[in-house]
């Protein structure tokens, strides 16, 4: 995730040059070129905002649904279990029976 938030911030950055320089080029007042900027920042905020809930919740259910599946797996492993013993059993019976 740290690598990914870098690969963000990287791409920000060359946007907010990429802005200045364009403001630059066609010689806009300074007014403009702040108001540009701060949208642009805000903009880029949000979005990797939204990005970091999106990779928590997603995270987060991912999460949820091992530790269901452990719970599952392990009831179904105890319930295995004792019906391999509950054969076994009877199994041993029969062959006592036998003797």
Do not use: P
Not at 41 to 54: D, G, P, Q
Not at 67 to 90: M, V
């Amino acid at each position: 995730m740290k690598i990914l938030k870098n690969k963000y911030f990287i791409l920000w950055m060359i946007g907010f040059f990429a802005i200045v320089c364009l403001c630059l080029y066609f010689n806009l007042e300074v007014k403009i070129i702040a108001s540009a900027i701060s949208a642009y920042a805000v903009s880029i905020s949000l979005v990797l905002n939204a990005y970091s809930i999106f990779e928590k919740t997603r995270a987060d259910k991912f999460n949820l649904t091992m530790q269901l599946l452990s719970k599952w797996d392990e009831k179904h492993f105890i319930e295995a279990r004792d019906y391999t013993r509950e054969q076994q059993n009877i199994k041993e019976k029969k062959e006592m029976k036998k003797y």
